[in-house]
């Protein structure tokens, strides 16, 4: 059977209401040192350093969003830009892991939700992602709000066994298509 690489089958841009998702450019490199610099936002995401600088969103736009095990879109707002980044991380025999973060002057104004409910749908419509996965630290009650909002179901609250959350409980999610 030819198996068809499920990064591919996603456009290049989606719209929603308010929000355009689309690749992460040179251009975002201000925007992306100024948000994620973020003390708030690292302590809930295990793949962003911190201090962010500037060679890390060059790092990020030009290395890490190129790579085949990752399909990463910049969230922009008109007038403003970018305001975070969402996508997908594929591992061998896994299903895609969606994630996301917010810059937090854009918290708690549904752009999150909008956004994963934008992607998600696109790519359940593929036909390439029966499941997709997710997890959260179990204390990122926002975080579990939005997943929760994405239709994604619990799995399992377990404690994280290595990494920068080695020690620190985390939830465990699945969203399957057509549910």
């Known amino acids: 059977m030819l198996r068809i690489d499920p990064r591919s089958v996603l456009p290049h841009k989606i719209e929603s209401e308010r929000l355009v998702l689309r690749a992460p450019i040179r251009g975002d490199v201000p925007q992306l040192v100024k948000l994620a610099d973020n ?3 690292a302590a809930m995401l295990s793949r962003l350093p911190n201090p962010y600088t500037r060679a890390d969103a060059i790092g990020f736009v030009e290395i890490i969003a190129q790579r085949e095990s990752e399909k ?3 969230i922009t707002l008109g007038g403003v ?3 975070g980044v969402m996508g997908f991380s594929y591992a061998p025999d896994a299903p895609p892991e969606f994630g996301y973060w917010l810059g937090e002057p854009y918290w708690g104004k549904g752009y999150a939700t909008e956004a994963g409910r934008a992607l ?4 359940h419509g593929t036909g390439q992602y029966k499941e997709i996965g997710a997890w959260a630290l179990s204390e990122n009650e926002r975080s579990i709000n939005v997943l929760t909002k994405l239709r994604f179901k619990k799995l399992r609250e377990s404690k994280s066994k ?3 959350f080695a020690g620190k409980k985390v939830t465990r999610f699945i969203r399957e298509q057509g549910r």
């Open 39 to 41: 003390k708030n936002i």
């Open 72 to 74: 990463p879109y910049a």
């Open 81 to 83: 830009g970018l305001i």
């Open 120 to 123: 998600l749908e696109v790519a």
């Open 162 to 164: 290595d990494g920068v």
